[in-house]
């Protein structure tokens, strides 16, 4: 019994001591592979030779040999992009999974070292412990046994390796691999001069944004308070920021959900940048995107039933909630370049013959809900104003050449209930709102046609005189504008390249007379001061041209590009809410040159710097020269 006894430790102690021989050659490399059996046969013989001593447990070794550095690995890579045969990002993935695969063979080395360690202490305690004096151990193990133990503990070592992801390091797990963090930061100084002499002096500019999202403006003659204008001739300067930070999560099946958080001053569509200066006050944070997209070529069910069926576009994804413009728009005559659009849209594109692809976009926002309580000082609620924006474009991208790209775009965007209308009679000594105050705009930067929105009566009892008349104001026309976009890219300089980019816009709602009758600004002088108001000036289109040379997307040190570009947009051609927020300091009514340039300092990190010369095409004199300084970087 105690034979039987002794001989099944010792077996149990030169399987332990061979498990370790049996790891050596995996976890060292896959070039050392081919020695395993070699090391393991040195490890039998030593082990032959140390009979006579059987208190004292036999240590399996780990192979000595080494394996290539990953210096060497990076000498080598880094002169194959030398010699022009790896680009950068191919280098780049070279050097990672060699990192990847040391890392995998160090970790799996000291973990096989440590249970060969703890195994052959135990057995070799139990053997010590069960076997009588001058008992025999016997050190020869099958081959087959060997091979065996290197397979188990091969696939324990993977197994854990997969459960704990060490085996590339940087990787995060499975449901963490969907979701992708972006982000970027800005930091502007940016300066702002006024011609002078008087010249913008001469007119005054009445700020409606302030008056229709504050208390309405008293118009009447006895009404002492000046309304609320904005500055045109003292100078300014200021430093200011931007942050946002976005994630998008990939689902399943063609599904992706995204959101971006970012700074800003206010809740301003078309701005992010948050003026600093407030005692150092912490910022407000808002949520700029949210939004699902839906891409359903990516459901490999659809996909595969589209290609049994004739086929599928190269693209097509839909998206509901607020996102980027999913509009093509090359520059920002028509939409600021940091509005989000709310609602739901779609783009679909294929490519018909070889390097021509047409594509359409299309879509429907909501850009005011009336107040679910409208008005709620009344007994009577008042009906809804909802204003919507539908919009279509087609368009398509033209390989004209190997090296010239041609892009297209025409594009019909119908506003609805934009326009203001005139009250009904509305005491406002008796209530707070008029029936069409919901038509005012909730948002409004400058440039666009105003008129009156209440028909303010007088109050019961009224006697004669003067009375007071709170008064809110609403756009003068209706909007549908018509743009038309273009875009040439010339590359036989790669990777310089020069591009044109050119838009016009003309709002085919537009109605002159309509504005002669009830515009309120954008007028010639008084014909006769305070009771004939001057002829109307202002206009129903607008159109951007830019040239820009260099590489387009700066990315790297060194990488840069410069443009230089001429913008002319009449009061109502574009609602002025949604037009690009720093040429002229933003909306409509504005003519004048643009030049900047971008350079990179490091990777993701680059500078910019823009000059503008804005002034006005109708109404008060206006004009305004800004100089911006940034410093930006993205990951």
């Not at 030169?14 to 370790?20: E, G, I, P, W």
């Not at 209308?421 to 105050?437: E, F, G, H, I, R």
């Not at 206006?622 to 940034?630: F, H, K, P, S």
């Amino acid at each position: 019994m105690s034979n039987t006894v002794t001989c099944r430790l010792k077996t149990h102690l030169l399987a332990a001591s061979f498990l370790v021989l049996a790891a050596a050659p995996f976890v060292a490399t896959t070039a050392l592979a081919q020695d395993a059996d070699a090391d393991a046969k040195q490890t039998d013989a030593k082990q032959s030779d140390s009979k006579a001593d059987s208190k004292q447990a036999d240590h399996p070794t780990v192979s000595k040999k080494k394996a290539i550095g990953p210096s060497a690995t990076v000498n080598l890579v880094n002169l194959l992009v030398k010699k022009g045969i790896l680009t950068d990002d191919q280098a780049a993935d070279l050097i990672k999974q060699s990192d990847d695969q040391a890392y995998v063979a160090r970790q799996a080395a000291r973990d096989a070292t440590t249970k060969a360690d703890e195994a052959s202490k135990a057995a070799a305690a139990a053997a010590a412990a069960a076997s009588p004096p001058g008992s025999k151990r016997v050190t020869y193990v099958p081959e087959i046994v060997k091979r065996q133990l290197k397979e188990d503990l091969r696939k324990e070592v993977m197994a854990e390796a997969k459960k704990e992801n060490w085996a590339s390091p940087g990787t995060y797990p499975e449901w963490a691999s969907r979701i992708h963090f972006s982000g970027d930061f800005r930091g502007r100084w940016e300066g702002m001069w006024y011609p002078g002499g008087g010249y913008n002096s001469t007119g005054q500019i009445y700020d409606f944004n302030s008056i229709n999202t504050g208390s309405p403006y008293d118009v009447s003659q006895s009404n002492q308070k000046n309304a609320p204008l904005l500055n045109t001739t003292q100078d300014r300067n200021r430093f200011r920021l931007r942050a946002r930070l976005g994630m998008d999560a990939d689902l399943s099946d063609g599904f992706t959900a995204g959101m971006r958080l970012a700074t800003g001053s206010d809740s301003s569509p078309v701005s992010t940048n948050q003026t600093m200066g407030s005692d150092f006050s912490k910022y407000a944070i808002w949520l700029d995107r949210a939004y699902l997209k839906y891409e359903p070529f990516k459901n490999p069910f659809i996909s595969r039933f589209a290609k049994e069926n004739g086929g599928a576009p190269d693209s097509l994804v839909l998206w509901v909630g607020r996102f980027d413009n999913p509009f093509w728009s090359p520059t920002d005559l028509v939409w600021d370049t940091d509005l989000g659009f709310d609602g739901a849209a779609f783009q679909v594109g294929t490519e018909v013959s070889p390097g021509f692809r047409p594509f359409v976009v299309g879509g429907a926002f909501p850009i005011y809900n009336t107040a679910l309580d409208f008005s709620s000082d009344q007994p009577v609620k008042y009906g809804s104003d909802d204003k919507y924006l539908f919009g279509g474009q087609v368009g398509f991208n033209w390989d004209a050449a190997p090296q010239v790209g041609v892009t297209f775009g025409a594009a019909v965007y119908q506003f609805t209930n934009v326009q203001g209308q005139l009250s009904s009679p509305c005491d406002t000594t008796l209530q707070t709102n008029c029936d069409t105050d919901a038509l005012r705009p909730t948002f409004a930067q400058k440039g666009n046609t105003y008129m009156a929105l209440r028909d303010v009566i007088p109050p019961a009892g009224y006697t004669g005189g003067d009375y007071s008349q709170p008064q809110y104001f609403g756009l003068a026309s209706e909007f549908r504008p018509v743009v038309a976009s273009a875009r040439v890219d010339l590359g036989q300089f790669d990777p310089v390249h020069i591009r044109l980019d050119g838009e016009y816009v003309w709002n085919s709602a537009f109605d002159r007379s309509v504005m002669e009758a009830t515009a309120i600004n954008n007028r010639g002088p008084d014909i006769v001061p305070g009771v004939v108001p001057g002829a109307y000036e202002g206009g129903d289109m607008g159109w951007l041209a830019r040239l820009t040379v260099g590489k387009m997307n700066i990315e790297n040190y060194g990488d840069w590009n410069a443009h230089i570009g001429y913008k002319y947009l009449e009061s109502d051609a574009v609602i002025d809410a949604f037009a690009d927020s720093d040429f002229g300091l933003g909306g409509t009514n504005l003519k004048g040159y643009f030049i900047g340039a971008n350079y990179g300092l490091a990777k993701n990190v680059w500078t910019t710097v823009r000059w503008m010369s804005a002034s006005q095409i109708a109404g008060a004199p206006y004009a305004v020269d800004i100089l911006q300084l940034d410093l930006n970087a993205k990951f």
